[in-house]
């Protein structure tokens, strides 16, 4: 007799090497966002300044994002390098929304007269620890799952 088979079972283990996101999308977004760090070493009075480089910062991470964006295979799921991005937009968003609020205490409140400088000073410092600190758990959790 003849032997037919109705079914073929096959096995494919399938891995992407991760170098190749790790320099097109981490390494920059990583040098972005020490830069965007660069931005407190400003006086907390260049409220202009500083909002307009964390602005531009920011803008450049979501330009980034839509360079890379034909280069990641669609996924229905959030994946690792999702995950970061995101976290990092976050910390970007943080940083202007803090550069607003820095300004406002140095330049405008209680009174344009008398602005608090001090608490602006302070505000500012707690806002860099704060995001410091921020971005390297991001960072450290992206590279601690196994990437």
């Given at each position: ?18 170098r ?102 302070r ?24 990437v």
């Amino acid at each position: 007799g003849s032997n037919s088979f109705s079914r073929v079972r096959m096995a494919f283990d399938i891995e992407r090497c991760p170098r190749y996101f790790i320099a097109r999308v981490v390494r920059p977004t990583i040098f972005l966002q020490l830069c965007a760090l660069m931005v407190f070493v400003l006086p907390a009075e260049s409220v202009s300044d500083r909002t307009s480089i964390a602005l531009t910062i920011f803008l450049t991470s979501i330009a980034l994002q839509f360079l890379v964006k034909d280069e990641v295979p669609a996924s229905a799921k959030l994946t690792c390098l999702d995950t970061f991005m995101l976290r990092v937009d976050i910390l970007n968003l943080t940083e202007v929304i803090g550069m607003g609020c820095v300004g406002l205490f140095a330049t405008r409140w209680p009174s344009k007269s008398a602005p608090s400088t001090e608490l602006a000073s302070r505000l500012d410092m707690c806002l860099l620890g704060a995001l410091v600190v921020a971005f390297a758990l991001t960072v450290a959790l992206f590279f601690a799952r196994g990437v």
